[in-house]
């Protein structure tokens, strides 16, 4: 089989295995694991912020970083095609008591000035929610892996605050963004207050994301993990895996842009699908499908590729350190199979 369905299906190398079952442990809950507190330090200082918390998964991670930032009854600006919106099972709604309100960024979820101040509230208290946060997302999933700019990201964030927002950046996929750009992570992560970073996508780590932020918010932040269930003890095991992954796979994530151009460019003639390459740009590739998606994907598994719907007719493909440049062919020669 070739998973192409996400990131996420990568296991654990021999490497990260060996880091793994050496890790010197603590119990977390008290603050006393090495591995932890040196991952925790680690990726906040690779992103130019004050703390770090280590979280079983995204998910948490942005819920925690909304959990945080708002109040209940408060509204929260997302792009139409954010992951907090689509796969989240509304989590902000029913814990944090907080909506989601949309705006259209076809620029890879990042609004620009103007689409910000049309949301503007009329300071009506007795009649609006009060809109306590911004959530950006880099790169951005649902709109293909695209990757917005500092600059552009940097005039997103000055605009929110000055509407009063604070600023999340689900960063889910940041070290591909940033990989993209030959930028270090910290220039990206510069205009948010929190960032999510995870370890089990391109990384290829098990389990883990890191909720990053100023060492205050990382207080209530704590508070919000014990919460929800996610305090846990020996997790150095965890965090030993993601210093093994910060050392050898965050280097290596253009490898898995290329195999995603390989894909592009072998389907680009393809009949009963379209695939537009300049959108082509981390580890993510979007195929318009004239079958239905569903069908294109079981045929595909059928000869052995596995994909992901993302609507009736859009298929995604995403690759990864578990797939290899020279299988992008052969993938791509089932998928047009596939699609025609
Ligand atoms: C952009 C983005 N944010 C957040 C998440 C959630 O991460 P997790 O699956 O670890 O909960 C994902 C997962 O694919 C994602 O793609």
Redesign the pocket.
Same mark, same amino acid.
């Given at each position: 089989m070739i998973d192409l369905r996400?990131?996420?299906v990568t296991r654990p190398s021999e490497g990260m295995r060996a880091a793994m079952a050496a890790a010197e442990v603590g119990d977390d809950v008290y603050g006393e694991d090495p591995s932890v507190n040196r991952l925790e330090a680690d990726v906040a200082r690779l992103l130019g912020k004050e703390a770090a918390l280590l979280c079983?998964?995204?998910?948490? /991670?942005?819920l925690i970083a909304i959990l945080t930032a708002t109040h209940p009854g408060e509204e929260v600006l997302v792009d139409k095609e954010?992951?907090?919106l689509h796969?989240?099972l509304a989590g902000a709604a029913v814990i944090g008591g907080v909506q989601l309100r949309n705006f259209d960024a076809r620029n890879a979820g990042c609004p620009t000035s103007d689409q910000l101040r049309e949301l503007e509230r009329l300071n009506d208290p007795g009649h609006e929610p009060r809109t306590s946060l911004l959530c950006l997302?880099q790169?951005?999933?649902?709109r293909g892996g695209t990757v917005a700019a500092p600059e552009e990201l940097r005039a997103a964030a000055s605009t929110a605050r000055e509407m009063g927002m604070l600023v999340h950046l689900?960063?889910?996929?940041l070290g591909n963004a940033a990989a993209r750009l030959g930028i270090p992570l910290r220039d990206l992560a510069e205009c948010a207050d929190s960032v999510?970073f995870?370890l /089990?996508?391109g990384l290829g780590c098990p389990?883990?994301?890191l909720w990053v932020g100023s060492r205050d918010a990382r207080v209530r932040a704590h508070v919000w993990r014990k919460r929800l269930g996610g305090g846990m003890r020996q997790a150095g095991v965890l965090a030993a895996a993601g210093l093994y992954a910060l050392e050898h796979q965050l280097p290596r994530l253009v490898e898995d842009h290329e195999k995603a151009r390989r894909l592009a460019n072998a389907l680009h003639d393809a009949r009963g699908l379209q695939v537009d390459a300049e959108q082509v740009q981390t580890n993510i590739v979007l195929l318009q499908t004239e079958r239905p998606a569903d069908q294109v994907i079981s045929r595909a598994a059928g000869a052995g590729v596995l994909l992901t719907a993302f609507g009736q007719h859009t298929v995604r493909c995403v690759t990864h350190l578990d797939v290899s440049l020279a299988q992008m062919d052969e993938a791509a020669a089932v998928i047009s199979r596939a699609a025609g």
């Open positions: 996400s990131d996420t079983p998964s995204g998910t948490m /991670s942005n954010a992951h907090i796969y989240e997302e790169t951005h999933n649902r689900d960063g889910a996929r999510n995870s /089990s996508k389990v883990g994301s």
